[in-house]
């Protein structure tokens, strides 16, 4: 079952947060900032996550053009994801919510 759900198109706060809403999204991609990966790795990067939800939400970013799937021809097959040009330009936006979550956490203690 897709977790994406329609949204009110007119409204882009709420088409982006619907894209990126969830507890692993903003994870994966911030992990797949750092260039193309396995899915192996990205799973053990992002432990305890679960293989069939990791799958789900790669599949579901896919769908909204941030991730970009290759597989590739080998026994065993391997697939590799990596982020479209969609999901690279969110760079600048999470670099931002890093640095607020470092001041944050300063102003907290």
């Keep these: 079952m897709a977790k994406t759900q329609s949204v009110d198109k007119s409204c882009p706060m709420e088409t982006a947060l619907n894209i990126l809403s969830g507890k692993w999204r903003l994870k994966i991609i911030w ?3 750092q260039g193309s990966i396995h899915f192996n790795e990205l799973q053990r990067q992002l432990t305890p996550i679960t293989t069939k939800t990791l799958s789900r939400e790669l599949h579901e970013l896919e769908r909204a053009n941030i991730v ?9 097959p391997t697939v590799e994801y990596s982020l479209t040009k969609c999901g690279e330009s969110l760079d600048v936006i ?6 607020w979550g470092k001041i944050y956490t300063n102003d907290k203690n």
């Design 31 to 33: 992990k797949l900032m």
């Design 68 to 76: 970009s799937r290759t597989v590739f021809n080998t026994n065993p």
């Design 94 to 99: 999470l670099q931002k919510l890093c640095s």
